[in-house]
């Protein structure tokens, strides 16, 4: 994992402080790791899959793009920056209307594979996901066409063409990947 260019540890709080810049970064194990830079197929399937989500969540709860959670790995403070969040209203109130990272675990965190990443990679961060009390992780893989839902750590489903991807704890959602590819004009 690539390390910020200081290489120096931080605290969360000296993270949070960080400004804002043309880089994303995520804080793990103290340091600011810079995200990869998303290309076309990331950013559009992004785009495309916070306004199908957006539009299902209208007053139900919040989908944020690269919003920062703050969260545990491994004992240890841990800020990942996932693709997309969808956060209920019963998580995490409507009212609740601040510039700062999500203060608790969302329902779902989406991450979109870029080129030179990998399925184990995100295989494993699904596992510290669900650690830190993420309820769902999608793993949206644009080359694969494909989307890896984990429905708990030792649970999870790989979603293909016209299968639709429903889920108890995101009622009356109904996607597929064909869907969800055309849309996004990658299919």
């Not at 750590?153 to 990947?177: A, G, H, Q, W």
């Amino acid at each position: 994992m690539v390390k910020a260019s200081t290489g120096n540890k931080l605290t969360l709080e000296e993270f949070l402080a960080l400004p804002e810049g043309d880089v994303n970064y995520e804080f793990v194990d103290g340091y600011a790791v810079p995200k990869v830079s998303p290309k076309f197929f990331h950013s559009t399937l992004q785009l495309t899959l916070g306004f199908l989500l957006r539009t299902w969540c209208q007053g139900k709860g919040r989908v944020g793009a690269e919003w920062a959670i703050l969260l545990k790995r491994k004992g240890k403070d841990w800020a990942p920056v996932p693709d997309l969040t969808y956060i209920s209203y019963e998580r995490l109130p409507k009212s609740w209307k601040r510039n700062e990272a999500c203060p608790i675990p969302p329902e779902l965190v989406i991450e979109i594979i870029s080129p030179d990443q990998t399925m184990k990679e995100f295989d494993d961060k699904a596992e510290d996901y669900f650690a830190a009390g993420v309820s769902r992780v999608w793993i949206v893989d644009p080359e694969s066409v494909n989307i890896k839902v984990f429905f708990s750590v030792d649970s999870s489903k790989v979603y293909t063409d016209d299968m639709p991807i429903v889920d108890v704890l995101l009622p009356r959602l109904e996607l597929t990947v064909r869907q969800i590819f055309e849309e996004a004009e990658l299919l």
